[in-house]
């Protein structure tokens, strides 16, 4: 069984600051990682995915993540926020035995700040 | 091209009623996928489709829920009867691969349904 955890429900920072969105992952094999957003009555969309090539991966609108086995982490990082940035962030693992099915954090809502 | 398709939007009913939902996936698409996003958690599966046959359902509460996708493309998703707990937003995904293998999944915009 696999598992993601996101450790941060909410964050808030000033738009032009950096954003760090925290996500560990539990599995017995080398699961595909993936960060999805999900903007108020907008449906969730894909930001990037790990597939085991590069550990550093990046996304679309300047995000992106890096993949340490060592830690078991995926965290998401922006090196500067706007506006537009604020929504819920997923972090979702897939593979396994049921590979192909995605398994949900619990959600990070990001609040950016003027 | 067009999105996943997702109707209604919004639904309210009162508890022991039944309620249906309807997805048109991206054109093309062979699996189709509804999950259940409960306020404050992350999407759960309910079950996937690969073209008109089901896939995984292990999650899907089958005493009152049941859903089908008859001619490999649109798909309902029933709920007889309604339960308080409910209460959710139903999330349809496409993706255009064979299940067993990871394609990435695109999302519809998701039908919140109430029960009261």
């Known amino acids: 069984a696999q598992s993601v955890t996101q450790l941060d429900s909410h964050v808030s920072v000033s738009e032009g600051t950096p954003v760090l969105l925290r996500c560990n992952y539990s599995?017995?094999?080398?699961?595909?990682l993936f960060w999805y957003v999900q903007h108020p009555n907008k449906g969730l969309q894909l930001l990037l995915k790990?597939?085991?090539?590069?550990?550093l991966v990046k996304g679309i609108n300047g995000f992106e993540a890096e993949f340490k086995k060592s830690e078991t982490s995926f965290h998401l990082t922006k090196p500067s926020a706007h506006m537009s940035d604020a929504a819920e962030y997923f972090c979702?693992?897939?593979?396994?035995?049921?590979?192909?099915?995605?398994?949900f954090g619990q959600g990070t809502i990001l609040t950016v700040h003027p | 091209e067009a999105g996943v398709a997702q109707s209604p939007r919004y639904k309210i009913i009162e508890k022991r009623q039944s309620v249906a939902f309807w997805c048109n996936p991206i054109s093309g698409h062979a699996t189709l996928y509804w999950y259940q996003q409960i306020l404050g958690q992350g999407p759960k599966l309910l079950i996937q489709?690969?073209?008109?046959?089901?896939?995984?359902d292990s999650q899907l509460p089958k005493d009152r829920f049941s859903a089908e996708r008859l001619k490999g493309v649109d798909s309902t998703l029933k709920i007889q009867p309604a339960k308080l707990e409910d209460s959710a937003v139903y999330l349809c995904?496409?993706?255009?691969?064979?299940?067993?293998?990871?394609?990435?999944?695109?999302f519809g915009p998701g039908t919140r349904l109430t029960v009261l």
């Open positions: 790990y597939t085991s090539a590069a550990t």
């Open positions: 979702v693992a897939a593979g396994g035995t049921s590979y192909g099915k995605l398994t």
């Open positions: 599995s017995s094999y080398s699961p595909s």
């Open positions: 489709f690969q073209n008109n046959g089901v896939v995984d």
């Open positions: 995904a496409s993706s255009p691969g064979a299940s067993g293998f990871y394609n990435e999944q695109f």
